[in-house]
């Protein structure tokens, strides 16, 4: 059974982009996935800086979420778009748990060999799709292979009912796909 990790680039309590990540996760349940959503709020972190590191190490936090990384098969990652890029808060994250910790520690170890499916919501008409992008490279960069498939909402203000769930039922159709090719594509490679 396929483990995927779920989580979001926003800590904003009524992100869009959480709820659209838990729509994914359905999908990749309903799949037969082993899911675990995390938020990043629960796991602050100061921003990455070497010499804090050198000088105390990897903060618990940041410890944490590169072991959850590496004990899962896969990522659904639902990121915001500030100023066409992906969040700041994504990007430490990222930054952080890309840090080998022991001299023996292969570099990117949290990453190396791992599959993302990767989706944004955003009020704005394009839904995301820039930061997207960038986001793409940056996990391509560090070993993680990014499924071509990917989804964006746009006007996000009126894309979610008061449950969370979108009221566009194609959308929701194809959020849930990119929770269930995930887990299709990790069975493949577990057997």
Do not use: C
């Not at 996760?25 to 629960?42: K, M, Q, R």
């Not at 590191?53 to 618990?60: L, V």
């Not at 940041?62 to 639902?78: P, S």
């Not at 910790?101 to 599959?115: I, N, R």
Request: charged share 20%; glycine share 8%; aromatic share 6%.
């Amino acid at each position: 059974m396929p483990k995927i990790l779920a989580f979001a680039g926003s800590a904003r309590k009524d992100s869009f982009n959480k709820k659209l990540v838990k729509i994914a996760a359905s999908g990749a349940e309903s799949a037969g996935a082993d899911v675990t959503f995390i938020d990043l709020a629960d796991f602050p972190m100061p921003i990455f800086d070497q010499d804090l590191e050198q000088e105390k190490g990897m903060p618990n936090n940041a410890r944490a979420f590169k072991n959850l990384l590496l004990a899962h098969d896969g990522f659904l990652i639902a990121s915001p778009e500030y100023n066409s890029g992906f969040s700041g808060l994504l990007k430490n994250a990222i930054d952080w748990a890309s840090r080998a910790e022991t001299t023996d520690e292969p570099p990117l170890s949290a990453y190396q060999g791992k599959v993302a499916a990767i989706m944004a919501a955003s009020p704005g008409a394009l839904g995301g799709i820039r930061g997207l992008v960038l986001l793409r490279i940056v996990l391509g960069n560090i070993g993680v292979t990014v499924l071509p498939q990917q989804q964006t909402i746009p006007l996000a203000l009126k894309a979610f009912d008061d449950t969370g769930s979108l009221v566009d039922e194609a959308q929701k159709q194809a959020v849930m796909n990119l929770g269930i090719k995930l887990t299709q594509v990790l069975q493949k490679l577990n057997n």
